[in-house]
């Protein structure tokens, strides 16, 4: 069974290889930018939902970090972390000016409720590379049940819009990702197959270990992976210092200390 953990992480994460581990190991390429706290949704198993500061980073922050991103060699931006990126007023502008300096892909995630067709055209007008839809139920219902918004038809509307005002373009690519627990297979697939005529790609993503979820979903049998990494003595090691720097509303680079291990996320 644990074999099975690791393969599977292993396929899921990059590997970190031996010229990453020295005590100064290279600037990730990627990295996300907090610029807002704010969010529609209250899903049940996010940060946010049960402590929301309600806060946007400041221009000259944005502006800044983002420069400083670039003058040490990130090649993609992420403009978002926590928080839903469309309701920072400003996003469009903080996309002109990422491509400005020479920002190679800038991305963004949004629950996609106020992905209406006005803004995710000023949005693609503004030079943005990507644009991804994270949906996690695929029933209006059920998505009042994760989210306690009744916003599943509108979520889906817009998608549909997004690949509408696109047209034969391919940029932004449009992605789309979902919660996957083996015991919610055919949740996933549901999804998958009403999407997948308006994504260039849908993709699982496994969450390991998360108690909110575990809790949430009545775990099953199947799902042992996911309780094994739940109790699990010796922790994973967070690989994302090597990957990908993730920036907060405040400024700072997010750091834990973890079981003796310094991780970062
Ligand atoms: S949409 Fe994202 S940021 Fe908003 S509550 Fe859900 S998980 Fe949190």
């Given at each position: 069974?644990?074999?099975?953990i690791?393969?599977s992480?292993?396929?899921l994460?990059?590997?970190?290889?031996?010229?990453?581990?020295?005590?100064?190991?290279p600037?990730?390429k990627k990295?996300?930018?907090?610029?807002?706290?704010?969010?529609?949704?209250?899903c049940?198993?996010?940060?946010?939902t049960r402590n929301?500061?309600q806060?946007?980073m400041?221009?000259?922050?944005v502006k800044?970090?983002?420069?400083d991103?670039k003058?040490?060699g990130?090649?993609?931006?992420?403009?978002?972390w926590?928080?839903?990126?469309?309701?920072?007023k400003?996003?469009?502008?903080?996309?002109?000016?990422?491509?400005?300096i020479?920002i190679?892909?800038?991305?963004?995630t949004?629950?996609g409720r106020?992905?209406?067709?006005?803004r995710?055209?000023?949005?693609?007008?503004s030079?943005?590379d990507?644009?991804k839809f994270?949906?996690n139920s695929?029933?209006?219902?059920e998505?009042y049940n994760t989210?306690?918004v009744?916003a599943?038809d509108?979520v889906?509307?817009n998608l549909?819009?997004?690949?509408?005002?696109?047209?034969?373009s391919?940029?932004?690519r449009?992605?789309?990702?979902?919660?996957?627990?083996p015991?919610?297979v055919?949740?996933?697939?549901?999804i998958?197959?009403?999407?997948?005529?308006?994504v260039?790609?849908?993709?699982?993503?496994?969450?390991?270990?998360d108690?909110?979820i575990i809790?949430?979903k009545?775990?099953?049998?199947k799902d042992?992976?996911?309780?094994?990494?739940?109790?699990?003595?010796?922790?994973?090691?967070?690989?994302?210092i090597?990957?990908t720097?993730?920036?907060?509303?405040c400024?700072t680079s997010?750091k834990?200390r973890?079981?003796n291990?310094?991780?970062?996320l």
């Amino acid at each position: 069974m644990k074999l099975r953990i690791k393969e599977s992480l292993n396929s899921l994460t990059p590997k970190i290889t031996s010229n990453l581990l020295n005590e100064r190991p290279p600037f990730p390429k990627k990295a996300k930018i907090e610029i807002t706290t704010r969010c529609d949704l209250k899903c049940y198993y996010c940060k946010l939902t049960r402590n929301n500061p309600q806060k946007e980073m400041s221009e000259f922050l944005v502006k800044k970090i983002l420069q400083d991103l670039k003058n040490n060699g990130v090649e993609q931006v992420g403009l978002f972390w926590l928080g839903e990126p469309l309701f920072n007023k400003k996003l469009s502008e903080y996309i002109k000016f990422s491509k400005k300096i020479g920002i190679k892909y800038v991305f963004i995630t949004t629950n996609g409720r106020m992905a209406v067709p006005e803004r995710i055209k000023d949005i693609i007008d503004s030079g943005i590379d990507s644009i991804k839809f994270s949906i996690n139920s695929s029933t209006r219902e059920e998505y009042y049940n994760t989210t306690k918004v009744d916003a599943f038809d509108q979520v889906i509307e817009n998608l549909k819009s997004l690949k509408k005002i696109r047209g034969s373009s391919k940029k932004p690519r449009i992605v789309a990702s979902s919660i996957f627990l083996p015991s919610n297979v055919e949740e996933f697939y549901k999804i998958n197959s009403m999407i997948q005529p308006y994504v260039d790609k849908h993709y699982p993503l496994h969450i390991y270990g998360d108690k909110n979820i575990i809790k949430h979903k009545n775990i099953t049998k199947k799902d042992n992976d996911h309780k094994i990494i739940k109790n699990s003595k010796k922790k994973l090691t967070c690989i994302a210092i090597y990957v990908t720097m993730l920036v907060s509303i405040c400024g700072t680079s997010y750091k834990l200390r973890w079981k003796n291990r310094i991780v970062f996320l």
